[in-house]
Nanobody, 122 residues
Framework: QVQLVESGGGLVQAGDSLRLSCAASGRTFSTTGWFRQAPGKEREFVAAVTWGGIEYYADSMKGRFTISRDNAKNTVYLQMNSLKPDDTAVYYC??????????????????WGQGTQVTVSP
């Protein structure tokens, strides 16, 4: 059975940094993605990384967020810098075997974590 466990969320001030972790067990998949969902909003793509290390980002996160993976630990990280109040959301990681053109589509992912709350105060 596949399990994803996210960690690293918390309450920070604007301009601070956080690093989220997503540890997977059970199987390995080609792509791991991070999504976020703020209250009253739809789930939004943040970033994704393939098994081979190819990275994808939402335009609004480029330059501030960095996704990386440690295949030996089956863990994917999301380094978030220069956080803004608009980054406040529940952040989810997800995994699946996905072609590169569809990594931004949440319905393409097979398994999801429980989410970790990130709150950025002004």
């Amino acid at each position: 059975q596949v399990q994803l466990v996210e960690s690293g969320g918390g309450l920070v001030q604007a301009g601070d940094s956080l690093r989220l972790s997503c540890a997977a067990s059970g199987r390995t998949f080609s792509t791991t993605g991070w999504f976020r969902q703020a209250p009253g909003k739809e789930r939004e793509f943040v970033a994704a990384v393939t098994w081979g290390g190819i990275e994808y980002y939402a335009d609004s996160m480029k330059g501030r967020f960095t996704i990386s993976r440690d295949n030996a630990k089956n863990t994917v990280y999301l380094q978030m810098n220069s956080l803004k109040p608009d980054d406040t959301a529940v952040y989810y990681c997800a995994i699946g075997s996905i072609g590169s053109f569809r990594v931004r589509e949440p319905e393409q992912y097979d398994y999801w974590g429980q989410g970790t709350q990130v709150t950025v105060s002004p």
